[in-house]
């Protein structure tokens, strides 16, 4: 299995900082990544696919970066409805995995 | 708009099968375009992929899972399923069904991520 290993685990953060989020996989997978964002008792919901692709209705501070092995998932500007967890995927090989998650808290 | 709904029991026994149905409105799982699939979320944990359907009935699992797990399609209904046998507390989570689409050809084919979710259905196993 590929493993998806997300740094760091926790992020504090205040309103405008800049963020950003690396995700590293344990071999190649081109650029099929998808992050995700994920508020408690809530679906996750898509933010980026193939790496850079901003999904459909996902506003333009969040944007992401890489191929191979290391992908990075950036927010501009942090904004309040922001505070979340974020989840990285990798769909080039099954099973598809997930990484561990990071958590952006408030500072 | 396409949505997908999971419905099922909410409290399984230990050892029986847990069963779950995904179904999708405002659009056909009969499209070659797009991938059916089951994640899990143990309580206080991360993401986990279950498995995933496409629509000629080709299914792939997560190896951890395998030998319990069936994914099937009823296209008469517009659905598909989960069918997760020996079911131990392991297995409690909230089961997500999604939809993986593709689009584009050649160079420029793209998409994948899972853009559509269910609520999410919890599941507790206990006696």
């Known amino acids: 299995d590929i493993q998806m290993t997300q740094s760091p685990s926790t992020l504090s953060a205040s309103v405008g900082d800049r963020v950003t989020i690396t995700c590293r996989a344990s071999q190649s997978i081109n650029s099929w990544l998808a992050w995700y964002q994920q508020k408690p008792g809530k679906a996750p919901k898509l933010l980026i696919y193939k790496a850079s692709s901003l999904e459909s209705g996902v506003p333009s501070r969040f944007s992401g970066s890489g191929s191979g092995t290391e992908f990075t998932l950036t927010i501009s500007s942090l904004q309040p409805d922001d505070f979340a967890t974020y989840y990285c995927q990798q769909y080039n090989t099954y099973p598809w995995t997930f990484g561990q998650g990071t958590k952006v808290e408030i500072k | 708009q396409l949505q997908l709904q999971e419905s099922g029991p909410g409290l399984v026994k230990p050892s029986e099968t847990l069963s779950l149905t995904c179904t999708v409105s405002?659009?056909?799982?009969?499209?070659?375009?797009?991938?059916w699939g089951w994640i899990r979320q143990p309580p206080g944990k991360g993401l986990e992929w279950i498995g995933t359907?496409?629509?000629?009935?080709?299914?792939y699992y997560n190896p951890s899972l395998k030998s319990r797990v069936t994914i099937s399609l009823d296209t008469s209904k517009n659905q598909f399923s989960l069918k997760l046998s020996s079911i131990t507390a392991a297995d409690t989570a909230v089961y997500f069904c999604?939809?993986?689409?593709?689009?584009?050809?050649?160079?420029?084919?793209?998409?994948?991520?899972?853009?559509?979710w269910g609520q999410g259905t919890t599941v507790t196993v206990s006696s």
């Open positions: 405002g659009g056909s799982i009969t499209s070659s375009s797009d991938y």
């Open positions: 359907v496409y629509f000629t009935g080709r299914t």
């Open positions: 999604a939809r993986a689409h593709y689009y584009g050809s050649g160079s420029d084919y793209t998409g994948g991520g899972l853009d559509v």
